[in-house]
């Protein structure tokens, strides 16, 4: 569907798309040609607020002056070199990833899935070599509800139906526990088990924050039946919960974190896997890789965001608002919202059916100029850039309250 109030050429624009793309999205009926900090640019020069950030990939803002700067510099000098050579820029960008890690080494990739196929193949290495699990016999846990990205392995441990249906035959090697249930998990881990993978907040699922203790649970779980805690913090690291990473909100530390999103810079897809040397240490040369990983651009934009983060002001400013956006989103129980969950500067809203479902309620926000998706039927997803402003919040969440009592109004 498209606005009517759409230029010619704004409808062509999407129309395009519709032809020649593949229909694996059903986007908002609006074409951006350009973006700025919190904000995005249609072709006929409306302005919406960013309350997406790519699903938490433009952390810091589009087009970022420093992080473009960078950028151009680096572009100008060397980009791709392959993994053939040492490039002289990787070094101090996986130094500084690691060392925010708190970790010894780094594997650098490209998408968030790439990262969780690699962790779940050093996984597997890990257990066969260093826990002596017998070779093909090794499972890793994973969590009903889970989102770890789309290659066939990673959807192989999906539950969501929309996900696999006439996808099959899938990767074996997986159990999948209730999230938040310790004793299942605990139910679930046997001699074969090398790896627990867990999102410490299930993003696509709906923003759902886990219960009290379990994170630190599931470390206990996974020291105590030698196991490795591999923490996907692709959409909930780097700020967006208003700490480097959600775990250290749960004061525990995973043996591995994969990375990726807001890891980019919003200027290119920048993915790792970060760990100690007695896990990472088990891939030897030929046995993973990738063509792009770890590439020159992206090890400049990486250590720009790693130097980015290290000085908390990210962070800080997703506690600061955060606090604001969960009051004011608090007081929208009872006015259309059922729940609200989240942490920082990211919240799922549930929307009461009553009033239509997330998806209505986003198209309601674009007419007035907020950029929001839904999540799983009822829930709409809000993940501004963390360098939005106390005001463009306040305006995004006025919006919503509008958006809300029109459509109570028309229900
Ligand atoms: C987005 C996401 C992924 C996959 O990242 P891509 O870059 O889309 O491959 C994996 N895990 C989590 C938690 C994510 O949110």
């Not at 062509?12 to 640019?41: D, K």
């Not at 392959?82 to 996986?94: C, I």
């Not at 090398?194 to 759902?208: D, Y």
């Not at 980019?264 to 890789?289: F, T, Y």
Request: include cysteine; glycine fraction near 12%.
């Amino acid at each position: 569907m498209t606005d009517p109030q759409q230029s010619a050429a704004q409808q062509q624009s999407i129309a395009r798309i519709e032809t020649y793309a593949a229909h694996n999205y059903h986007p908002l009926p609006v074409a951006i040609a350009s973006g700025s900090g919190a904000w995005l640019t249609d072709v006929d020069g409306n302005r919406y607020l960013d309350f997406l950030s790519a699903y938490s990939a433009v952390n810091f803002g589009h087009s970022n002056p420093h992080l473009i700067q960078v950028a151009t510099e680096q572009l100008g000098r060397l980009a791709i070199t392959s993994r053939a050579v040492y490039a002289d820029n990787l070094g101090p960008f996986l130094e500084a990833l690691t060392t925010l890690c708190g970790k010894q080494m780094a594997l650098p990739m490209n998408t968030g899935v790439e990262a969780v196929e690699s962790a779940l193949k050093i996984a597997r290495k890990w257990g066969y070599q260093v826990k002596g699990v017998p070779e093909g016999a090794a499972t890793i846990i994973v969590m009903d509800g889970n989102f770890h990205g789309r290659t066939i392995s990673v959807v192989s441990f999906s539950s969501d139906t929309v996900a696999t249906t006439e996808f099959g035959p899938f990767t074996p090697g997986f159990v999948s526990v209730p999230f938040g249930d310790l004793d299942a998990l605990a139910a679930a881990i046997d001699d074969t088990t090398v790896a627990i993978l867990v999102e410490p907040i299930q993003g696509e699922a709906g923003v759902i924050t886990p219960p009290p203790g379990y994170l630190s649970g599931v470390r206990e779980l996974a020291t105590r039946h030698r196991v490795l805690m591999i923490a996907d913090e692709i959409q909930s690291g780097l700020g967006r919960t208003g700490t480097t990473f959600y775990c250290e909100q749960a004061g525990v530390i995973p043996d591995l974190y994969l990375l990726g999103k807001a890891l980019g810079g919003a200027i290119l897809p920048i993915s790792a896997v970060v760990g100690d040397a007695d896990v990472m240490g088990v891939l030897r040369p030929g046995e993973h890789g990738s063509t792009f990983g770890g590439n020159p651009l992206a090890a400049a934009v990486g250590l720009a965001v790693v130097e980015l983060l290290q000085t908390g002001e990210m962070q800080a400013r997703s506690r600061e608002l955060g606090t604001h956006l969960h009051t004011r989103l608090q007081s929208l129980l009872g006015h259309g919202v059922t729940q609200v969950r989240g942490v920082g500067l990211w919240a799922g809203v549930d929307i009461d059916p009553a009033l239509g479902t997330g998806r209505d309620i986003g198209e309601r926000l674009l007419s007035k100029g907020v950029i929001a998706k839904d999540t799983h039927g009822q829930t709409l997803r809000l993940a501004p850039p963390l360098v939005i402003t106390a005001d463009e919040l306040d305006l995004a969440v006025d919006a919503l309250t509008e958006a809300l009592a029109e459509a109570a109004a028309q229900g």
